[in-house]
């Protein structure tokens, strides 16, 4: 279905009531519904249409609140105080006071993905036209599966986007308006807008990848994507460099566009961070990933870059500032990020970029893409011979800076991973920067240290400086974003996944505040890899996974195909290619087990609650987009695990093992209530070490529909990784086993005991055909 303008144009028209002369009717647009699917239950949901279907995973997993804050200072009645059990002034209770910051988080993150999906809609529309075919991935029929799913509509061009676009901006306002001073009042309701806000945002993802991988030629869910570069030493710095960092890959297209045209490549070198690199290597792969959001002021600080473009979302607001320092001008592109430049847009090209190079302005804002190109790459090359004699900190300086410490700890107490800054920066007076080297992996470049130290000292340069001397010019091979999973590989694996065979999922999602640096990701990766899980990853994840070589010089890029199959690891690409994780899942209930799609959330997704092993894990997950992306995974029965830091997103979603009665489920054949165990035992899990998340990770890919083989593969996966991170068997192994065919062959005797000693009994837990829906059963009992 799809909405046609329709324009009437008489010029004269006879008729019972008179005649009219001139006559321009416009009918905004026309329902033309030609999929011949039949409509399901929900097309288009307002806020409240899958409550229920929320509610039952709410009962099941309930928000556990961890406040950041006890008070709330929204409006003008606070101050007010939530300790205890005391309200606000307005009523509201502590609970419901968490849950609306959640929900708040959630609109946050869903409205930037809609707002970058709109920036780069409208803008492909007037290049490409309303009716450019859409075109995402080879051997697919079921593209945009969220946007089917959701809004009940097939898109097939660039105009049928502008419905799902119209229909998740409405409905961000509605939410956006629920956190208003006196309006919600109940913690789950909150809890259920906030899964609405992610379902959305899943939408606003996909429209934005859709639009850009239609048009931008970007690789079409191939497994063998072209390979390019990362890291600090795939920057040829003999050329000049234009660094782009942010989200929002149009500027970049026209810089890469004009060195085409003229031919500059052998001169110039883009290299960017966070998702624009990524897809800024899609669309070309000469185009280098610096790395992960979280190098841009190691980068910056570093002096390589002679213009830095940005975009949007999630950019060092002080970037101007910053490049300051290193002499490089700024060219701010986006209106959501325009931090204080002048709107240069409709000037002359070459005035702007003299303008620049002369320091006559620290940067200049261009809201047109098709002007950035020239500027940018002009103001480079012109900045590069000015810039040769810039010198970053010396090592002679960091040992003279570093005796003027005071000792004060301040650093410390400031730096979000609390690294022993202090003893570093004395190590440094004495002359050794080992311990500062040693350090800066596990750095998240906040900058917090700095700005809390009384003597100015720059810290984050001191870390850049000491890792430098210590090799950390190293460049990286990565696949660039493939892009959706095809209806071909999920037709192969369906099976394998449903039934167990391959034993989950493992999506390495999100951004880059990691608790202990980013070689955690490639730790948590390769251990999946090795068992033969799927391992999807996006955005800073991606890059940073990597980031590590084994003794034969090799990562895991290079190592792993990148096939949507067992052992297989799959760069998606940037931010809003998330929607391709969810993607996935739907797609296996819709192609696999030929389950309707259209409009049909509820279905779908207690079809992937209860059968599809997939696992998000956001280890360094910092963003409000985080959190929406991580929310539309929920309704959607994903659970989801971050690290610690993830715990300041104030709440978890947290089923209870030792209640039988949370996880009664139907069965579809009988309409009886059965006990299926804890699976999957949590929707949301904060984990403080990588251990933990990785044997959480294993025990949540079990699900009620496994398979004993499949049941038993997940077990023994759950049960080594156990006994590898803790050195012991897990003790609640009784909750897992439903029948001792479930029990991995090689361990029977061993786990009988044990579950046996808990007073375990074969046939106590379910399997079933698992429902949560009444309307799924088939016949009552
Ligand atoms: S919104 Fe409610 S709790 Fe918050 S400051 Fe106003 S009255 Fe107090
Ligand atoms: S910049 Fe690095 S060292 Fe400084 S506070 Fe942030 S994480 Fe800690
Ligand atoms: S805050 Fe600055 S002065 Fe204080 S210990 Fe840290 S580096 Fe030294």
Known sequence: MSKKDLRLKIDELSSSIGVFKGLDIQIGRIIDDEWDEPMGPTPFPSIGTLRDWDRKLLERYKPFYMPLCDLCCLCTF????????????????????QSRIVLLACCIGASTHCAHARHMMDHLIEVYGRDHVLDIAINTNVQAPNTRLVCGIRPKT??????????????????????????????????????????????????????????????????????TEIGFGS?????????????????????????????????????GLCCTAHDQSRYDKRAKIVGPISWQLRYIRSGIPDVVVVDEQCLRTDIVDEAQKIGAPVIATSEKSML????????????????????????????EPDKVGEVVVKTALKMKPKR???????????????????????????????LPLMDAVKAAAEGSVD?????????????RCESACPQKLPLVSFLTKAADEKGMTDSFAIRVGRGAVTDVEIREVGRGIVFGEIPGIVALVGCANYPRGGLEVADIAEEFLKRRFIVLATGCAAMDLALRKDEDGLNLYEKYPGNFDAGGLLNIGSCVSNAHITGAAIKIANIFAKRPLRGNYEEIADYV???????????????????????????????????????????????RADKEEDWMTLDARTGEEKYVGPVPEHLFYSAETLEEAMVMTAKLTMRPNDTTKGRAVKLSHYIDLHKTYYGAMPDDLHLYVRVEADVPFTMKEEVLGIIKDKGWEEGKIGLLDPTLLDRMVRRKS
Request: hydrophobic content about 40%; proline content about 4%.
């Open 340 to 367: 204080g430049l002048p709107n240069r847009t409709h000037d002359p090209p070459d005035e702007i970029v003299d303008d620049l190079v002369e320091g006559r302005t620290p940067g200049v804002l261009i809201l």
């Open 158 to 227: 660039l105009r049928d986007l502008e419905d799902a676009l119209d229909y998740v901006e409405t409905q961000l306002v509605q939410l956006t308006a629920t956190a208003h001073t006196g309006q919600e009042g109940d913690n789950i309701d909150f809890e259920s807008k906030a899964f609405h806000a992610g379902m959305l945002d899943h939408v606003a993802m996909e429209v934005a990848d859709m639009c850009q991988i239609s048009t931008l030629g970007f690789p079409k869910g191939v497994a063998d994507a072209p390979m």
């Open 609 to 655: 609650y209860n059968r599809v092993g997939a696992v998000g894990i956001a280890w360094g997950a910092m963003s409000q987009k985080a959190a929406s992306i991580a929310s539309g995974c929920w309704r959607l029965g994903i659970p989801v695990i971050v690290g610690p830091h993830g715990a300041k997103y104030r709440r978890n979603l947290l089923g």
């Open 388 to 418: 040769m004699g810039f010198k970053a900190l010396s090592m002679e300086k960091l040992i003279e800076l570093a005796a003027t410490c005071r000792s004060c700890m301040e650093c410390v107490r400031a730096c979000p991973n609390n």
């Open 435 to 447: 311990a500062l080297a040693k350090i800066q992996p596990m750095c998240v470049g906040c900058a």
């Open 78 to 97: 606070g101050k007010c105080d939530l300790t205890g059990d005391k309200k606000g002034a307005c009523g509201i209770t502590m609970a419901a006071q």
């Open 235 to 271: 920057i040829d710095t003999s050329k000049a460099v234009i660094m782009c960092i942010g989200h929002n890959v149009l500027p970049s297209v026209d810089i890469i566009d004009y060195l085409m045209e003229n031919k500059l490549f052998e001169e110039v070198e883009v290299g």
